[in-house]
């Protein structure tokens, strides 16, 4: 058929994040919006989430306008569709950019009435948010994909990098150069020259780290990851990051929240945090706050005197390094910040450690 109309889809990153939970705030600009477009407003209905989060739906003439906001993630989703040739969606997308103030923003257009062509199947985008670049990586062969319960889970073979674990499209490791990563989680164990009778691991689902700690003669290591697909497919398809680490008899592995696992009753020689410091995806709450709340449960768990290593972020994700900084000097003493280029990752990423004092 002929074309039908014009459709913006767009997701609006690092946006005001107070204006995305008032709703009254969230439906002027969606007014505002649609009066500027010269377009006729027909209805409009919103539903604020407990406890965050926002739909705003207007019905206008000539279709509708859509906003979704996740206040926690600071993010907003946009949908705007005209049946119209004239700049109506265009000028509601401007409009919706200049209130929301986003810092950077993902824009498809689609000429509705068309057939909706996908493209570029081999390969997978990872946006690296507030850092102002997306790396793509080539898929030469998929090894691995399941939905699991908890995230979209990826394994492939790539040119350069041999096989990588991607969860919802973020690059977690690579058989290139997963020694790097791995080193830079356990070496502060080892400089501080703490026993390492048990050592646990929050995340880790590749196994990496894990088989880097027995190597270095870790006693009895305790992995605690929630996703029990992410270690089978590893296990099964990324034993050249793991080897045979999972079936070491010093190995515990936990299927767990570690929410619910750290209890103040193990009292670890050290723990390395391998979970994410971006865990928006997954949380109703402000990330400052539930990071608060997961690393006193972590600090609960250590001994005296022992050591919390840390996977930041990259290099370039200023708001995380600072966040992490007040965290880690809240908690702990003879924190230290470092610096590894991880050439998967297209960036340094900082790595960070302290000592329960």
């Not at 390395?272 to 995806?281: S, V």
Request: charged share 25%; glycine share 4%.
């Amino acid at each position: 058929m002929k074309p039908a109309g014009t459709q913006h889809v767009a997701e609006f990153f690092n946006c005001s994040k107070d204006i995305l939970n008032d709703v009254d705030e969230i439906e002027r600009i969606l007014r505002e919006s649609i009066l500027a477009s010269d377009i006729e407003l027909i209805s409009l209905s919103s539903h604020r989430y407990e406890p965050i989060g926002i739909t705003s739906i207007a019905v206008v003439s000539e279709s509708h306008v859509a906003i979704h906001t996740y206040p926690e993630a600071r993010h907003a989703s946009i949908d705007i569709y005209t049946c119209s040739r004239g700049p109506a969606s265009a000028t509601i997308l401007n409009y919706l950019k200049d209130k929301l103030e986003p810092f950077t923003t993902r824009i498809a257009v689609l000429s509705r009435g068309n057939p909706i062509e996908v493209t570029d199947t081999n390969w997978i985008t990872d946006d690296t948010g507030s850092a102002g670049f997306d790396i793509r990586y080539h898929i030469d062969k998929e090894i691995y994909s399941k939905v699991s319960k908890y995230q979209d889970i990826r394994i492939i073979e790539n040119e350069t990098f041999g096989r990588m674990l991607f969860l919802d499209n973020d690059v977690q490791i690579s058989e290139y150069d997963a020694h790097l990563y791995n080193t830079s989680m356990t070496t502060p164990l080892i400089d501080a020259e703490i026993p390492l009778d048990h050592v646990a691991i929050l995340g880790g689902g590749d196994g990496g780290v894990l088989w880097e700690l027995l190597k270095q003669g870790a006693m009895k290591v305790t992995l605690i990851d929630i996703d029990d697909a992410v270690v089978k497919a590893c296990k099964d398809h990324l034993t050249c990051i793991c080897n045979d680490a999972f079936d070491n008899d010093r190995c515990e592995i936990k299927n767990d929240d570690v929410f619910n696992y750290l209890d103040g009753t193990h009292q670890f020689d050290a723990i390395i945090y391998d979970l994410t410091m971006h865990p928006e995806a997954f949380i109703d709450m402000d990330r400052e706050i539930f990071l608060t709340d997961l690393f006193t449960k972590v600090i609960s768990d250590l001994k005296q005197g022992g050591v919390v290593s840390v996977q930041c972020c990259s290099e370039h994700d200023k708001e995380t390094l600072e966040l992490t900084r007040r965290l880690l000097t809240k908690f702990l003493s003879d924190v230290k910040f470092s610096r590894t280029f991880i050439p998967s990752y297209c960036t340094s990423w900082v790595f960070a450690s302290g000592i329960k004092s």
